[in-house]
């Protein structure tokens, strides 16, 4: 493949990607990682979820060769 053909596939991508990203409604936020009032809380779900059940207790372990 020529570098032209290379260069003109990879614009078509980001196109078609640009415009999927803007005709396709999507809340994306670029901004990174959030901190501070703007960042989702998860401490209300996990109030809101059932407890883990508790796990089995642990098989005898093997005795030890000496």
Do not use: F, W
């Not at 415009?19 to 779900?45: C, R, S, T, V």
């Not at 089995?56 to 005795?63: G, Q, R």
């Amino acid at each position: 493949m020529s570098n032209r053909a290379i260069i003109i596939m990879v614009l078509v991508l980001i196109g078609a990607t640009a415009y999927l990203l803007i005709k396709g409604d999507g809340d994306i936020d670029m901004g990174g990682e959030k901190h501070g009032a703007e960042a989702a809380h998860m401490e209300d779900a996990k109030k809101d979820a059932p407890a883990a059940p508790a796990a089995a207790p642990a098989a005898p372990a093997a005795d030890a060769k000496k």
